[in-house]
């Protein structure tokens, strides 16, 4: 697997590290849609993010981080799960042109009414148990920036984001200061210190460089210097989680009346994954179906109640 996740702990200091390579991810998110340059680069920077961010959860579900823009770009969503599944897709405003050097203000934030929203989603939902939900507004210049500011202020954690992504590789290195309880002065201010210098270490990489090479080679590069536990590697990789019988849900939460309404004019529904151009089809049979068994849901449900009466 060319797609790798490889995280690191600073053993002078509280401080972990992670670098993210996406090849075969990025060109499966690809493949399934064509996007502007500007576009691909801001979605390739959300997957490492994403996958970045991830792999530090300790939970049994999905991280969904979604930008919801203003300008040119509507919406801009990518989903890692804990196994490292991941998906990708973004929706462009009708008749608009993007510039290929078109910023993150220009394309999702032009009159800074854009968000930014991270979703904790539990795979295994406890009865009434409800994703977290964190919602922000554009913050930052670009999107490293962004989930800085982000994690800064909701999660209380520094956090330093470097992000990269052309039309082959998609590429993140990530350092992160834990909380530490306790401690003397001199360890605190022994932290601090320890901090801006990784992170100075951190800023002297380029774009270019972090495009080029390999994240191996940056781990080397970068921190030769510093005694490391490095972690076995791990792998993301290309999924979508889409079903028909999700596909039917999401036609119940219209409703009949909607779907009557489209069946008569189109004659049957041909809904398309926006992550992965998968096709479902539903004809009159199987949206009678869909609804013949909500209310036969509700029959049996009433009649039950009856009874106990």
């Known amino acids: 697997m060319t797609d790798t996740l490889q995280k690191f702990m600073f053993q002078e200091a509280p401080v972990r590290g992670e670098l993210v390579e996406l090849s075969d991810t990025w060109q499966q998110v690809q493949s399934r849609q064509a996007y502007p340059p500007a576009v691909k680069q801001m ?3 959300m997957l490492s993010a994403a996958a970045l961010l991830s792999a530090n959860l300790k939970f049994n579900g999905a991280v969904v981080m979604q930008i919801h823009g203003d300008g040119p770009v509507r919406l801009l969503v990518v989903e890692c799960n804990s196994d490292l599944q991941m998906r990708a897709t973004a929706k462009l405003a009708e008749g608009e042109t993007v510039d290929d050097d078109a910023s993150l203000r220009e ?5 800074g009414q854009g968000r ?22 554009l913050d930052g210049e670009n999107v490293a920036s962004v989930i800085e500011n982000y994690m800064l202020r909701s999660e209380q954690l520094d956090t330093k984001l470097w992000l990269a992504a052309d039309g082959k590789v998609s590429r993140g290195l990530l350092l992160q200061k834990l909380p530490k309880e306790g401690g003397t002065a001199a360890q605190v201010e022994h932290d601090a210190e320890y901090w801006n210098r990784v992170v100075m270490l951190g800023s002297t990489l380029g774009t270019e460089e972090l495009l080029k090479t390999d994240i191996q080679t940056l781990m080397h590069r970068l921190f030769w210097d510093e005694t490391l536990r490095v972690f076995d590697g791990e ?40 992550f992965c151009g998968q096709g479902y089809l539903f004809d009159s049979v199987d949206c009678a179906q869909l609804f013949a068994t909500e209310t036969t849901a509700d029959a049996m449900k009433q009649a039950s109640g009856n009874l106990k009466h």
């Open 116 to 137: 930014f929203v991270i979703t904790l989603d539990p795979k295994d939902k406890l009865p009434g148990q409800q994703p977290y939900q964190g919602i922000v507004p």
């Open 235 to 274: 792998h993301p990789q290309f999924h979508c989680t889409c079903s028909r019988e999700k596909v039917g849900n999401m036609l119940k939460m219209l409703g009949k009346p909607e779907i009557d309404a489209s069946l008569a004019e189109l004659g049957e529904l041909n809904v398309n994954c926006d």
């Open 107 to 111: 394309l999702v934030n032009r009159h």
């Open 43 to 45: 979605l390739g920077e």
